[in-house]
């Protein structure tokens, strides 16, 4: 297994779609993410068609801490174990 690991994935925007990766042959067994401890602002991970407003495509919302303490976290596994899912999507 390869792990590659990200590093902080930043918003420009409030409310924008942030993708994290732009190849769409790409395909991961496990997706780990965490929010930042002392951030402010939820993060909602979802699928390409995510909206914030409405929820649909909605898969998880990571809360802040903006007191520095325990980050919220989302762990997202293939139900294979293998790398058959996209992480663009």
């Not at 994290?20 to 390409?48: E, F, H, M, N, W």
């Not at 995510?50 to 990571?62: D, E, Q, S």
């Not at 997202?76 to 293998?82: I, K, N, P, V």
């Amino acid at each position: 297994m390869n792990v590659t690991a990200m590093g902080r994935v930043n918003v420009a925007t409030p409310g924008a779609l942030v993708p994290l990766s732009t190849d769409p042959a790409l395909r991961v067994a496990r997706k780990a993410i965490q929010s930042i401890p002392a951030l402010t602002g939820k993060g909602y991970i979802g699928r390409s068609n995510l909206v914030r407003a409405t929820l649909v495509g909605v898969i998880g919302i990571l809360w802040p801490n903006t007191a520095g303490g325990i980050a919220d976290s989302l762990v997202l596994e293939s139900q294979a174990g293998t790398n058959n899912s996209p992480l663009s999507d």
